[in-house]
């Protein structure tokens, strides 16, 4: 059998979360470790890592840590998935961590053939401001291009030498030059706030950018001058289309976008696959199964903040007592308010960012 691959490079999603921790070394999470845990932590969304009890030591112990993220500005708009890694971010900002978000316009140009003048373009217009309105703090955030921060691309260059191609071929399957510049640098952000000063550092990411994150570790633990701690990883389930699809490439006009209008809202809720049953008589009768939800995956992830809340809507919808149609206006409902409220914080946002590189 082919020793299984993840590709970052894809839209495929993995299905089986618990395979994948045993597959790929994970570790599971255990929320218990961590203070003030956040909604994603509490409920199950949040599901493994790397070397995560040297992050909840870091917080325990009140020393010093950081938390990094980077995007790909290839989309015109964000959706609720990019949501959940940025409510990581801000979650372990809000815990002392030293933050750190990169543009990733190089990874974007080798491996999409998007133009740095558009790359720019979209981080500044959408996804930086977007990012903001999600509640990182600008202030505290240092942010950066790739393709302008030589103290990365330097160390991209340097770290190379620690790479080969029998381990690309090990992690990636067979890697086109493109990729294997995008991933030293994706290193490279991921170290390179440890040239200051090495200390333990947190990447929230998606399953599918587990393999950049298995390539940082060994190459972080072979660079011994650098002294570098391995870094630390935490990973979440993907929020699926409405639809149920877990592909978003296949399931686009499914997908709930951050700034999506109320009529957009309305239909896309509308549409969404329920676990209720097909007559209302039987739905009343057997009641419904929130586990094949998608209404009730919207609450659990992002809309419903108190979990007694949530639990009684849980049980009123097994019980037959809550409708799909009624689930559906409170989704719809909650979601308006929330895209009303996020559209000004976004404004403002753009305002910042503006002053911020000008
Ligand atoms: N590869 C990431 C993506 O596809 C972007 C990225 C670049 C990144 N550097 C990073 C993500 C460092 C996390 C950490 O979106």
């Known amino acids: 059998m082919a020793k299984e691959v993840i590709d970052p490079w894809s839209s495929e999603l993995p299905d089986d979360y618990r395979k994948k921790i045993k597959q790929f070394g994970l570790e599971k999470f255990e929320v218990n470790d961590f203070p003030n845990p956040n909604l994603l932590m509490r409920r199950g969304i949040v599901f493994a890592g790397r070397d995560l009890k040297r992050i909840s030591k870091s917080i325990k112990e009140k020393k010093k840590f950081y938390v990094l993220t980077g995007i790909m500005p290839t989309a015109d708009k964000l959706h609720f998935g990019t949501k959940s890694v940025i409510d990581q971010v801000v979650y372990f900002q809000k815990q002392g961590a030293e933050t750190h978000v990169l543009v990733a316009d190089l990874e ?6 998007i133009s740095l003048e558009e790359a720019r373009r979209r981080a500044l217009d959408i ?5 903001i309105a999600l509640g990182l703090d600008p202030k505290k955030t240092k942010f950066y291009f790739q393709s302008e921060n030589n103290d990365v691309t330097s160390l991209a260059y340097v770290l190379s030498r ?16 493109s990729r294997i510049m995008a991933s030293v640098l994706q290193v490279a952000d991921i170290m390179h706030p440890q040239l200051k000063e090495p200390m333990p550092g947190i ?4 399953l599918d950018q587990d393999p950049h994150i298995r ?9 011994k001058e650098f002294k570098f701690f391995t870094p630390s990883s935490i990973n979440h389930k993907f929020l699926p289309a ?17 700034l999506d209008s109320d009529d957009e809202i309305k239909r896309k809720v509308s549409r969404a696959l329920t676990g209720g049953q097909k007559t209302l008589a039987e739905h009343k009768e ?23 809340e949530l639990a009684l809507r849980e049980k009123d919808y097994r019980a037959g007592k809550i409708l799909d149609s009624e689930n559906k206006a409170y989704a719809t409902e909650l979601l308006q308010k929330y895209m009303a409220d996020f ?3 976004y404004a403002d946002a753009r305002k910042i960012v503006k002053k911020m590189f000008d």
């Open 108 to 113: 974007s140009a080798a491996t999409r053939g």
């Open 127 to 131: 996804h930086i401001p977007c990012y």
């Open 162 to 177: 620690r790479a080969t191609l029998n381990e690309y071929r090990a992690i990636y399957g067979n890697p086109e030059p």
């Open 203 to 206: 990447i929230p990411v998606g």
């Open 215 to 223: 390539l940082s570790r060994d190459i972080a633990s072979r660079a």
């Open 242 to 258: 409405l639809t149920g699809d877990l592909k978003m490439s296949k399931s686009e006009g499914n997908s709930l976008y951050l």
């Open 286 to 308: 057997k009641g419904g199964d929130p586990s094949k939800d998608m209404i009730f995956e919207l609450f659990k992830q992002h809309l419903i903040e108190d979990d007694a």
């Open 343 to 345: 559209r000004k914080k």
